[in-house]
Structures are given as structure tokens and as C-alpha cells.
């Protein structure tokens, strides 16, 4: 793209864009290694009470109810095969081209 290419022949930082569907699916299924790595490298930094914690915000994104509807009890069930590619898709978005 002419205008990401000049933005960054300038130097300007950019952030990533978001990474296809299928590759999502293809982290789900494993079949792309170095980005499963990655995730769970990710996830070890995390608690495990950080991470339902953001599970809990995402399923109440994905359901459109309200995030006080999650916040106690067990985790809901909704969400829980695509939250692992949701999050790579997150790390992704994050990071800073040079």
C-alpha cells in the first residue's frame, strides 16, 4: 500500500493491522506453530486471574450484554473456542512495525 509504504520510508511508527480470519482459525487448529508459541509465551506472563478477567470482557463483547452480567461465577461458556485466536489477533494489533 503506497501510503503505509511512504508513512514508514518516513519513519513513522505503525501499528499492525488485523490479521485474517484464516489465520485466526489456523492458530486455533495449530497449525500455524510459531504464533501458538507465541500466545502461550504471552500467556505465561499472565495470572490466571488476569486472563478471566479479560475472557469475561470479551464475552460480554461478543454477546452484547453488559460486563457486570460476567464478573462473578463461572466463566461462560460462549467464546471460549475463539478466545485464544481473539487474543492473538489483540497481540498482533499491538505491536509496533519499525
Do not use: N
Amino acid at each position: 500500500m503506497p501510503l503505509l509504504d511512504e508513512a514508514l520510508h518516513a519513519g513513522v511508527s505503525l501499528v499492525a493491522g488485523f490479521p485474517k480470519r484464516s489465520e485466526a482459525r489456523a492458530i486455533v487448529q495449530g497449525a500455524l506453530p510459531h504464533a501458538v508459541e507465541e500466545m502461550k509465551r504471552i500467556e505465561g506472563l499472565l495470572d490466571s486471574e488476569v486472563l478471566d478477567a479479560h475472557f469475561r470482557l470479551f464475552a460480554a463483547m461478543i454477546s452484547g450484554a453488559a460486563q457486570s452480567e460476567y464478573e462473578t461465577g463461572e466463566l461462560p461458556k460462549r467464546g471460549q473456542m475463539i478466545f485464544p485466536a481473539q487474543c492473538w489477533k489483540d497481540v498482533v494489533c499491538a505491536k509496533v512495525l519499525s
